[in-house]
């Protein structure tokens, strides 16, 4: 399964998103063989990962801007979501 792998790491964000939900239409459609399913699950949980490990990624890249007690800008430090 290494070439899908490799195809996989090669889509966008975007382009894999958009094919992650073309498979979930196709798995929520129930007009799937069972062995096509297994393959569009397997697929799906791929592009799933990819499309973490780059939001993950780009959160890494996120900064805040810091203000000092006088309001103006002090620096920057890592984005914390929590």
Known sequence: MPDQDDAISQLSF???????????????S??????ESIRLYGEGDALKKQCEARLE????R???????R???????????PA
């Open 30 to 35: 129930g007009e799937e063989s069972l062995d």
């Open 70 to 80: 006088d309001g103006q800008p002090s620096g920057t430090a890592l984005f914390d």
């Open 57 to 60: 990624a780009a959160q890494a």
């Open 14 to 28: 975007e382009a894999a998103l958009k094919r992650l939900e073309e498979i979930v239409r196709r798995l929520e």
């Open 62 to 68: 996120i900064e805040k801007i810091q203000f000092g």
